[in-house]
């Protein structure tokens, strides 16, 4: 696999060596900052690589000059970096694009990072529960109606029911499963089973949303260590290979979604099998970005795992489990039940990375043969299903 250029123009192999969690959860004693620089020496301890290696740097979401802040903070002084942001899948773009800059020389070892004290903020009364963009630019066509994050997504959610048949029971299967699959994290924050009447028992919170169909706020950060191929055999961990990307932005607002059952996965995901020359049928299993539950639903039929309207069928039965499911998805227990500080998308590799070197525990996938997984894909979607990124990874 290292042999295999994907879409990385210089033909130059780029793997994951290290990747890292902060404590996460419930944390009440650290600052973003801390948090940031946690998971960065956790990431660095993981690969076994010296931090003078490291020349490119990427991080969105802190500071008024992210990366830079953050860098400083870090001690590091790169030569590349990123700031790409775009909600929730900027992860997976950044991992693009270090992939690119590796595979070009433009860097040796590139460290995304990510840390967010969303919760704890809440609590000390540091920020509201009320998340907003704002209201500047085509935003303000919507903004004055009330028309708030989660508002926006249950109203695709409901236009996929009505087009296609989906049922609120099948969108609850989704958030079953993924508390099934953090039930065997000891990492999730939440790990008490639920069951579909649970999930439709619950408070409303934008209908056809109660509330375990949302995700969970919580404190956490991650970090993930790209290096080019010649700096794998000083590592400590089996490389994880990036074998294809895509991205994609779709629309600004919501009267500019043509589709409100299609997402922008539908293209990353398309682009990044291409370029790594595999199907989603040979996919071991899809960490997906779950802010809500038709965010899986509608993302498994982008990647083409099933066909556009079968989402609803297809998490039907267990198909989701990190035990035994035909297709594995978010096995930590994902944004609904493990942990979601914020752009979770740095999560998503994180457990696709463990998943392939076989260090998930409980809940670690096997495939077919029974043999640990040798390809997975980690999709992330920002904004209002405005953007997605899309990674597909493979070892050895």
Partial sequence: MPGKPGNNPGNRGVAVVGVA????????????YALHAQAARRALADAGLDRSLVDGFASAGLGTLAPVEVADYLGLRPTW??????????????????ADAIAAGHARAVLLVYGSTARADVRAGRRT?????????????????????????AMAARRHMIEH???VEQLAEVAVQARANAALNPEAMFRTPVTVDDVLSGPMIADPFTKLHCCIRSDGGAAV????????????????????TGEHVSHAGMTQWDDF??????????LAFERAGVGPGEMDFAQIYDAFTYMTLVTLEDLGFCGKGEGGAFVEKGRLLAAGGELPVNTDGGGLSAQHPGMRG????????RQLRGEAGARQVRARDGRLPRLGVASGTGGWFCSSGTVVLGRD
């Fill in 261 to 270: 059952t299609v997402s922008p996965a539908a293209v990353s995901g398309r």
């Fill in 346 to 353: 740095l999560f998503l590799l994180v457990e696709a990375v």
């Fill in 129 to 153: 529960g009320t998340f907003a963009f704002g209201a500047r630019g085509p935003l303000q066509f919507e903004v004055p109606y009330g028309h708030t994050l989660i508002a926006k997504y």
């Fill in 81 to 98: 970096v990123d700031s790409t942001s775009v909600g929730g899948s900027t992860w997976e773009v950044m991992a693009a694009h270090a």
């Fill in 21 to 32: 969690l902060s404590d996460c959860g419930r944390v009440d004693d650290a600052t973003p």
């Fill in 225 to 244: 260590l790209l290096a080019a191929a010649e700096y794998v055999r000083d590592c400590r961990t089996a490389p994880v290979w990036i074998l294809g």
């Fill in 165 to 167: 048949g989906t049922t």
